[in-house]
């Protein structure tokens, strides 16, 4: 089972910005559709972005013109940089895998801390 390692978040103010790396411990095959999902507190975990093998992209609307998800196959790594952070975006980050027809994997790990206060 590959095991996911995401990093990078922090304290920023708002209008600051954070750059989240996510990291396999093995390949991923480009079959997989990575995807950045976030939970606030008393919340439900929400996808915040996802991009296929081909680069494809999707996102959610609170995070449109902000976040832009990309994927570096030969690191075996998918980051999220975030612009322009509002304090609604505070929240633990994970990410995960996709499979077509296997659906989500669910091979959450820690996820990293991103609050956004003054």
């Known amino acids: 089972q590959v095991q996911f390692v995401e990093s990078g978040g922090g304290l920023v103010q708002p209008g600051g910005s954070l750059r989240l790396s996510c990291a396999a411990s093995?390949?991923?095959?480009?079959?997989?559709?990575m995807g950045w999902y976030r939970q606030a507190p008393g919340k439900q975990r929400e996808l915040v972005a996802d991009?296929?093998?081909?680069?494809?992209?999707n996102y959610a609307d609170s995070v449109k013109g902000r976040f832009t998800i990309s994927r570096d196959k030969d690191k075996n790594t998918v980051y999220l940089q975030m612009n322009s952070l509002k304090p609604g975006d505070t929240a633990v980050y994970y990410c995960?895998?996709?499979?077509?027809?296997?659906?989500?994997?669910?091979?959450w790990g820690q996820g990293t801390q991103v609050t956004v206060s003054s």
């Open positions: 995960d895998a996709v499979h077509p027809l296997l659906g989500q994997r669910n091979y």
């Open positions: 093995r390949r991923i095959s480009s079959i997989y559709v």
């Open positions: 991009i296929t093998g081909g680069g494809s992209t």
